[in-house]
Each structure stands twice: as C-alpha cells, then as structure tokens.
C-alpha cells in the first residue's frame, strides 16, 4: 500500500498547484490513500495579524468543503484524507482540541515554531534557526508537550533541527533520545519526510535527514512513515525519490507502516 499524509494545498501562500493536480499527480503515482495536511490556521490574538506560511482562519471552511466534494468526486480513484499540521502554540491548544479536531480525520505535528507565529520573528523558524544547545532544547520541550499530549497522529519530520544545527554533537544526541524515547511511548510514528530525502539525494553530505537520529529511533523501536510534505504535485509522481528513502529506511533498518491508524479521542 502507498499512502501520503502530508500534503499542503495553496492557501499556506508557498505551495503552488490545485487540490485536483494533487490528486491527479498521487493516483498516477499508485497512491492508495492521500492525505491534506496543510498548515493549520490559528484563532490568533494578535488583532488584523496576517500569518505568513499558513492558511488563515476564514479559509479553513472552505478547505474543508473543498477536500470533502473532492474526496466524493475522486471515492472511485483514491481514498481521500482531511488533516491539518499543526504546531503546539499552548494557548491555542484548547481551540484545537474543542473546535477543529473533530472536523478534520487526523492531525499531524510539525515543530514549526515553539510559538506562535505573532511573536516573529523573535521566535525563529526550526529549520533553520536551531542553532545552539539553547534552541535545541526549546525544540525538544515543545515537542515533547506535543507528543505527550495524545493529539497528533505522526510527527513530521522530527529532525527538523538538523536543517540548520551545524554539526551532529552530543546535545543533538540527548534530543534524539528524548524525543524518540516519547514517542515510543506514546506510539507516535516519525516522519520520513521525503524534502529532506530529496536535499540528501542532492547532497550525500547532508546532515538532514539525520542518520543517527533515525538509528536512535530505531533503538526505541519506533515506527516511521513516509510523508511527501508536498508542497507541489510534482515529487508526488518521483519514483526516484519513493525508492531512495525506501532503500534507506531499508538500509537502517527502520520498522515502516504504510496506513496510518488516526489518533482518536483520549
Ligand atoms: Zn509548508
Ligand atoms: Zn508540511
């Protein structure tokens, strides 16, 4: 079974391409079960506060609308899932919980950013402002809250971090351990994000996706799934690409799951 969780649709402002040709893209690709996940909107505080890289809050209707008629127009081609990804911003959480989670079939996490988007660019974006021990950890913590807090179906790309930390070192080591070690325990599946294949496909000597990251997860016997975190319908249909991360998570030894089981209630 070939599936995708991690799909974002163009009201995040950088992803380019309509639902369709995603769609179309993922059923010519074989692909059994297709998931949006675009990025969540936020009921944020922060008066006329237009966020950057997610949809905002007067557009989630139309999302939803949109995916759900697809989902009905495509039933014959494919299974069609509606998701959101979703940082943990605390103060917004209880939002997420009442009002949006019953909406969507499942959400995913994605550390974006420890808080909200409001207080940038004081708060900078992991992947590609992690770049001390101190930031590492504000990572690890607000991951671990995410984690523990039973919302999210899988982690997406959980080495975010790696995109920017400049070396594999004993603090990156520490996080790996916390974080996988949480998310055995909670039986969170990790994320294979196939961008980050797709930078280790262009450049061998990438630390991200991190190795070592994924030999610790391993350690814990944590799951991992695939997600093309698509931002065009293009890497969809890349065999290349599918193959390569299949021959590396084959290669470390990683437990795979194809269908993701969605976190309910608890
Ligand atoms: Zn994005
Ligand atoms: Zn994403």
Redesign the pocket.
């Known amino acids: 079974m070939k599936t995708n969780y991690h799909t ?1 649709t163009e009201r ?1 402002k ?2 380019y391409g309509s639902e369709e040709q995603f769609i179309q893209a993922a059923i010519r690709a074989g692909i059994d079960e297709l998931g949006f996940a675009d ?1 969540t909107p936020w009921p944020f505080k922060t008066k006329d506060f237009e966020p950057r ?1 997610r949809m905002k809050l007067s557009q989630f209707q139309d999302y939803l609308n949109t995916l759900k008629e697809l989902k009905v127009k495509y039933q014959d081609q494919i299974s069609i899932k509606i998701g959101l ?1 979703c940082e943990y911003y605390e103060e917004y959480i209880p939002w997420l919980t009442s009002e949006v989670k019953n909406q969507v079939d499942y959400l995913i996490f994605g550390n ?1 950013y420890a808080y909200s988007d409001e207080l940038m660019p004081i708060a900078p974006y992991m992947g590609n402002g992690v770049k001390d021990p101190e930031s590492l950890e504000v990572y690890v913590n607000s991951s671990l809250k995410a984690i523990e807090s039973g919302l999210f179906s899988y982690f997406a790309h959980p080495d975010l971090f790696m995109r920017c930390y400049p070396v594999y070192d004993e603090h990156v080591e520490k996080a790996a351990h916390l974080l996988c070690q949480a998310c055995a325990k909670h039986n969170l599946p990790l994320e294979i994000n196939l961008s980050a294949v797709a930078a280790l496909m262009r450049n061998p000597k990438s630390l991200y996706p991190s190795r070592p990251f994924y030999e610790i997860a391993k350690s814990y016997g944590c799951s991992v799934i695939i997600g093309w ?1 698509a ?1 065009t319908p293009g890497p969809l249909e890349d065999k290349k690409l599918y193959d390569f991360a299949l021959d590396w998570i084959a290669d470390i030894g990683l437990k795979q799951i194809e269908k993701l089981t969605f976190k309910k209630e608890d």
Do not use: L, V
Request: glycine share 0%; charged share 20%.
């Open positions: 974002h995040c950088h992803a990025h890289m990804e974006h975190d931002h």
